[in-house]
């Protein structure tokens, strides 16, 4: 399906990891830097149900579609709002003039 600029109606943060150990506890912790807004489209792709240990978790699954930039990972986190999204896949997409990216996301319910 054809993306349209008038799809990206949500601003999400781009958060990028920076792990760095502390001097006190030797633990090593993490903070996030972030990007500028920009606009994408949400798609929820319907969910997953895996196994963890002895219990069924549910994961909703997402396509989080930006204008193409660099500087994206894995580790990156998307924050919407109150809601973080964890990175599973990125897929590139050329149409016309026009250059997306697609984030291939699950909805994270614990952020730490």
């Given at each position: 399906?054809k993306?349209k600029?008038?799809q990206?109606?949500?601003?999400?943060?781009?958060?990028?990891?920076?792990?760095?150990?502390?001097?006190t506890?030797?633990?090593?912790e993490?903070s996030?830097?972030?990007?500028?807004?920009?606009?994408?489209?949400?798609k929820?792709?319907?969910?997953?149900?895996?196994?963890?240990?002895?219990?069924?978790?549910?994961?909703?699954?997402?396509?989080?579609?930006?204008?193409?930039?660099?500087?994206?990972?894995?580790?990156?986190?998307?924050?919407?709002?109150?809601?973080?999204?964890?990175?599973?896949k990125?897929?590139?997409?050329?149409?016309?003039?026009?250059?997306?990216l697609?984030?291939?996301?699950?909805?994270?319910?614990?952020?730490?």
């Amino acid at each position: 399906m054809k993306t349209k600029i008038a799809q990206l109606r949500s601003r999400i943060v781009l958060q990028t990891p920076t792990r760095t150990q502390n001097e006190t506890t030797f633990a090593y912790e993490t903070s996030w830097s972030t990007t500028p807004e920009v606009w994408a489209n949400i798609k929820s792709t319907g969910g997953l149900t895996f196994q963890r240990g002895d219990n069924l978790e549910p994961v909703e699954t997402h396509i989080i579609t930006i204008r193409y930039r660099t500087g994206i990972t894995r580790d990156t986190r998307i924050k919407c709002g109150d809601r973080y999204f964890r990175i599973h896949k990125m897929s590139t997409e050329e149409e016309g003039k026009e250059h997306w990216l697609k984030l291939h996301c699950e909805e994270m319910d614990d952020i730490s």
